[in-house]
């Protein structure tokens, strides 16, 4: 996959976020951060921790992805 212009990676990562199968990664958020994009947010478990992160990576090739979310 190509890289995408910055302008248009939030949306884009947000977007998978929200149509993911997995409820939980429904509910998080993304935010653009000097060239990077941090998600955040509460999960059940380490693997969705993970997988959100995946999610993110494979939809922004080329950006630098900060996982902050928490798992309780």
Not at 22 to 27: A, C, M, P, T, Y
Request: overall charge negative.
């Amino acid at each position: 996959m190509a890289e995408i212009s910055p302008g248009k990676v939030e949306p884009r990562a947000q977007k998978a976020l929200a149509s993911s199968p997995i409820f939980e990664l429904r509910d998080l958020h993304v935010e653009q951060r000097s060239g990077s994009l941090c998600i955040s947010g509460v999960v059940s478990s380490f693997y969705h921790k993970q997988l959100a992160q995946e999610v993110v990576r494979a939809v922004c090739t080329g950006v630098e992805v900060v996982n902050s979310i928490d798992v309780q």
